[in-house]
């Protein structure tokens, strides 16, 4: 009797204290989770840290790649790249500002990095002591300004953080990534005394709504511990959104999962946007110029209209766009990232109705120059047209309802059609709302 008690204690107590396995989440209670995410299409991706000092260069020389690498791809060691991080001042730093220039962009959710593969957090940090408040003279918690004002607008503040860690003695990896010279470096230890201390603090400090993972690939970490990371996030804030970064799932810069049942819950498409559409939920993280870390020469821009012909090709596959700034050492949004942000806003402005919440359809293209999204109700179909050769438009897979009048987003009066044969003609109208992309919105049956 006594034994059976105790075995009933014992069992009682595991179903309570049994990590629950959130990666067999209902589909119906994901897509609840999901949905703010999903309609919110439009995000803006923050890398910024201590690399914006040299911001490309060292020793009076360009080094070659992505800003954020500096300290890997110029070798430089520890003891010098602090100095980066005691001259990180960014006294211009303004965070209502710069939710005003995501928000008047349009975009409706901001992924900053907490920290990134070099190990420098941007928050007050209890558990580090290579922190903004503790190694560098601003001596501002950045990431609690930014969630002050991220909340004040109704934009949802999310955190960009890297597993690999190019400072943490433990963290030394056995791939090439081997900048601490640490005799025995104890990963599960860095894991359990250092990473989830930090990520619980974020948490509970900024409740951020979704946690991007990245430089999950060294060797130290699996998909093992990223499901088990996973869960733990979870169990603490059953909302939390994360990317697919947290395990191994991943298929390189392509982005999608490589296995069924990976962890995370959303693939991660980088500098590559989807061939079609995905059962599957993805953000594509694309940069403005060629560098996510500000790198001063690095003007390469993308046009404003290069940048919304993005934004359209994602949202008709059904995917989000996470454009990223990469803000100078003075605080400051690079003035070509601020341009072409309030250009894609002024197109928004007019057209949002066929990019937020809508859904991707089967056929979500036709020909190089219609894309094609659907409102939730199923109601309207949005051709958004990106080119046109005259004023008329011919579509071969959606018709108007008959009867119904077709409207294009930004103008007042309906526009002529007919079908002629088994395509509907539109004729545009000759003075059109928006310099490139105009959203023809038609009644379905
Ligand atoms: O190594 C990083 C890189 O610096 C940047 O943060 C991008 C953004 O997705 N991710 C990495 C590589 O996949």
């Known amino acids: 009797m006594k034994y059976r008690i105790l075995l009933l204690a014992v069992l009682m107590y595991n179903t309570a204290f049994a990590q629950k396995d959130y990666t067999m989440e209902s589909k119906a209670d994901k897509d609840a989770r999901m949905q703010w995410w999903r309609d919110a299409t439009f995000g803006m991706f923050i890398h910024w840290g201590a690399y914006a000092v040299p911001a490309g260069i060292y020793k009076g020389k360009e080094v070659q790649g992505v800003g954020e690498w500096i300290m890997h791809t110029a070798n430089i060691p520890i003891p010098e790249y602090e100095a980066y991080v005691r001259q990180f001042n960014p006294q211009q730093f303004n965070a209502k500002e710069w939710v005003r220039i995501a928000k008047q962009a349009g975009m409706k959710y901001i992924v ?35 969630s002050e004002a991220c909340k004040a607008e109704g934009i949802k503040l999310c955190f960009y953080h890297s597993i690999m860690d190019w400072h943490q003695p433990d963290a030394e990896s056995k791939k090439e990534y081997t900048h601490q010279h640490t005799e025995k470096p104890d990963w599960n230890r860095y894991r359990d005394t250092y990473m989830k201390p930090q990520l619980k603090e974020l948490l509970e400090k900024y409740d951020p709504a979704v946690l991007w993972f990245d430089g999950e690939w060294i060797p130290e970490w699996t998909e093992e511990q990223g499901k088990e990371l996973y869960n733990w996030l979870r169990a603490m804030k059953p909302d939390l959104i994360i990317n697919n970064r947290v395990g191994k799932g991943r ?6 999962n490589a ?14 946007i989807l061939e079609g559409t995905s059962d599957t939920d993805w953000e594509s993280c694309m940069t403005m110029n060629d560098s996510w870390g500000f790198k001063k020469n690095d003007l390469n821009w993308k046009s404003s209209k290069m940048l919304i012909d993005n934004l359209i090709d994602i949202a008709a596959k059904g995917g989000n766009y996470l454009l990223n700034v990469g803000p100078e050492s003075t605080g400051l949004i690079p003035q070509a990232s601020v341009e072409r942000l309030a250009e894609m806003g002024k197109w928004l402005n007019v057209n949002g109705e066929a990019i937020y919440a809508t859904k991707a359809r089967k056929q979500y293209k036709e020909g190089d120059q219609v894309r094609f999204t659907v409102s939730k109700d199923d109601q309207f179909t949005y051709a958004i047209i990106t080119g046109h050769k005259d004023y008329k438009v011919l579509l071969q897979s959606v018709k108007p309802a008959a009867g119904s009048k077709v409207r294009m987003l930004g103008v007042k009066s309906p526009l002529p059609w007919k079908m002629v044969g088994d395509q509907v003609e539109i004729q545009l109208p000759l003075k059109l709302p928006t310099d490139y992309a105009w959203v023809l919105k038609i009644q379905n049956n």
């Open 112 to 146: 900053i990095t907490s920290k990134h593969h070099d190990g420098f957090g941007l928050w007050d940090s209890r558990v580090s002591s290579y922190d903004i408040m503790d190694a560098s003279p601003f001596k501002r918690d950045i990431l609690k300004e930014l």
């Open 251 to 256: 298929q390189g810069m392509q982005g999608m």
């Open 259 to 272: 296995y069924a049942h990976a962890a995370g819950d959303f693939g991660t498409p980088e500098q590559e």
